[in-house]
């Protein structure tokens, strides 16, 4: 991180800077110096995120290291808790915000700030699914954070049931399914969350239960998942590229149940050069950021999208996986389409 930080050999992003800063501050580390360097300082003179999720992070995480937030800052994120987009990560981002507010809240007396997030609460609480999850494992690590966060009082959801929903997600060596899973659903399994960060006890051991929120004690036994056997299946791989589908591909194989729809695109990609494709690999899985030669543009805010297509009704489903954790049926119709996202900027 160092190098990063001195040399411009890589470039961290605001966003990638306040997960460190994170870091720092939960290894007892002092993010105002570290190594003669004030992060706080970089991560506030940051001019633009990459996305709304990352201005939520850079908050919260200048409010753990007890750097005041500006006013304008306040207002943005305050935006974003009465935003309703139909963006599908959204409820993540205004779970990190209501984070931050929380932690701003702890700090400044800002009485209006608790009907905000009071506000934000109640629609998070509406998400509760029966098995308890609040969408999917990222978004309902946050959430149950961001209810923690804030002091909730426990009505209206149900704790013990989202903690069985993490804890049924959990695999065989302990993670949740990737390192950002397992970040997210962490300190909800000794009921803290990541405001705490910023009171971190340096100086003695803590004893868990002296950190465990008295509305909430875990009750949580994991499932068994099932055993799926696998099936030869036929599947159709389709590209769409622009907002009006202006150029479009499409690609039927025969594979089976257990592959992964990544190994779909590399068969595709050697049938056909326009199936051609780059990755980035991420600790948390494979990113495609390049398909028949048009690149992700975040300036253009347009990006690769994976969907399902419903073979009934032919509506597109958008996916919740990314393409290393993508398993398909039987006559499953997968569009990547090259489009316009601008909700999440
Ligand atoms: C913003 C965002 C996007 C933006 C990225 C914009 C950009 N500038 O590049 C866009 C809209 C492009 C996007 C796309 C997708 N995303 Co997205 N995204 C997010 C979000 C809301 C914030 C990410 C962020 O800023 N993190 C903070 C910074 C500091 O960390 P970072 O590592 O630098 O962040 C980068 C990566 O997260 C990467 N990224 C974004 N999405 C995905 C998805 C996968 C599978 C991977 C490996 C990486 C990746 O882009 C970020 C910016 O460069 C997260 C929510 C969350 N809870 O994390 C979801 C999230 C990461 N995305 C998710 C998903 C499912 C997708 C899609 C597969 C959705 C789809 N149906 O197409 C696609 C990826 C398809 C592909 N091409 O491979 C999931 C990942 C789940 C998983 N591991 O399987 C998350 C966790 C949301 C969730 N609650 O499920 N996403």
């Known amino acids: 991180m160092l190098v990063s930080i001195r040399s411009h050999r890589r470039t961290l992003t605001a966003g990638q800077l306040a997960l460190y800063v994170n870091g720092i501050l939960a290894t007892c580390g002092n993010p105002k110096n570290f190594f003669d360097i004030d992060l706080t300082k970089r991560l506030r003179h940051f001019q633009s995120t990459d996305s709304e999720f990352e201005y939520a992070l ?44 929380s932690c701003v809240g702890k700090h400044e007396a800002y009485a209006f700030l608790e009907n905000h997030i ?38 209206g959801w149900d704790f013990n049931q989202a903690v069985r929903y993490l804890l049924s997600q959990q695999e065989p060596g302990g993670s949740f399914g990737d390192t950002l899973a397992t970040y997210f659903v962490l300190p909800i399994l000794s009921c803290q969350n990541y405001v705490n960060l910023g009171e971190v006890n340096c100086t003695e051991p803590i004893p868990l239960n002296d950190t465990v929120n ?26 769409w590229i622009g907002d009006n589908k ?74 919740e996986n990314g393409v290393g954790k993508l398993y398909l049926q039987n006559e499953d119709h997968v569009v990547f389409w090259y489009k316009t996202v601008l909700n999440f900027i």
Not at 72 to 88: A, P
Not at 219 to 236: A, C, H, T, Y
Request: aromatic residues 12%; hydrophobic residues 40%.
């Open 246 to 319: 202006e150029e479009n591909y499409s690609v039927n194989l025969n594979t089976s149940s257990d592959t992964k729809f990544l190994d779909v695109m590399k068969h595709s990609a050697n049938y056909n050069p326009v199936y051609k494709f780059e990755l980035d690999e991420t600790s948390w899985g494979p990113f495609v950021y390049k398909i028949a030669g048009m690149a992700n543009d975040p300036a253009g805010q347009r990006f690769w999208i994976l969907y399902i297509e419903n073979p009934d009704t032919h509506e597109l489903h958008f996916s």
């Open 118 to 155: 009071y506000e934000a609460l109640k629609s998070f609480k509406k998400r509760q699914q029966r098995n308890g999850s609040f969408g999917n494992v990222y978004t309902t690590g946050l959430i149950v954070q961001a209810l923690l966060a804030a002091g909730d009082d426990g009505v």
């Open 58 to 101: 850079v908050s919260l995480s200048l409010c753990n290291a007890r750097k005041r937030l500006a006013k304008k800052r306040i207002i943005h994120l305050l935006n974003q808790l009465r935003s309703t987009t139909d963006f599908h990560f959204w409820a993540d981002t205004q779970a990190v915000a209501v984070m931050a507010l």
């Open 214 to 239: 008295e509305n909430f004690t875990l009750l949580g036994e994991p499932e068994v998942n099932d055993v799926n056997w696998s099936k030869e299946i036929e599947v159709r791989y389709s590209l």
